[in-house]
C-alpha cells in the first residue's frame, strides 16, 4: 500500500532557512504576514528594533475572520515586544505568542491544519 500526505488547501510554511522563508514552495527573502486562508503579504518591517504598534495592528486586517491568535517570529533569536506595542490586539483579546522565526513557522503550521484561526507575522531582518 502507498501512503501519500493529504494536501491541505492552506497558506503554509514549506521551508526555512538563514534570510528566507518557502510558502506553498515559493521561497520569499522579506518578512511575511501569513494566514491559512488569505493572499500572502509582505510585512512592511524590516528590522526588530523599528517595530512599531501600527505593525501589529495590521495583522488583524489580514485575516478574513479576527484571528483568535497571532504567532509572532521575532527574527533569528527570540526577543519580546514592548507590551505597548501589543495594545490594539490585547484590548481586542488577540493572543500573541513571540517566538524565533523558525519555531513560529512550524507553530504556525501545526495551528493552520487544525483549522485556528491563526496569523504568523514572520520577521525577516535585513
Excluded at 488547501?9 to 532557512?17: A, L, M, R
Excluded at 538563514?18 to 504576514?33: C, E, F, P, Y
Excluded at 488583524?60 to 484571528?67: D, H, K
Excluded at 490585547?90 to 483549522?115: H, Q
Aim: aromatic letters at 6%; a neutral charge.
Amino acid at each position: 500500500m502507498k501512503l501519500h500526505s493529504d494536501k491541505l488547501e492552506i497558506q503554509s510554511v514549506t521551508g526555512y532557512g538563514d534570510g528566507w522563508i518557502a510558502v506553498n514552495g515559493q521561497r520569499h527573502t522579506h518578512s511575511l504576514v501569513l494566514t491559512p486562508k488569505s493572499e500572502l503579504t509582505a510585512w512592511p518591517c524590516a528590522r526588530f528594533e523599528l517595530l512599531e504598534g501600527s505593525h501589529f495592528d495590521m495583522l488583524i486586517e489580514q485575516s478574513i475572520e479576527p484571528p483568535e491568535l497571532i504567532v509572532f517570529g521575532s527574527g533569528a533569536r527570540l526577543r519580546f515586544v514592548p507590551p505597548a506595542l501589543l495594545r490594539g490586539l490585547m484590548s481586542r483579546r488577540i493572543g500573541v505568542e513571540t517566538m524565533d522565526t523558525a519555531a513560529a513557522c512550524r507553530t504556525y503550521n501545526i495551528l493552520a491544519s487544525e483549522g485556528r484561526r491563526v496569523v504568523a507575522a514572520l520577521l525577516l531582518e535585513t
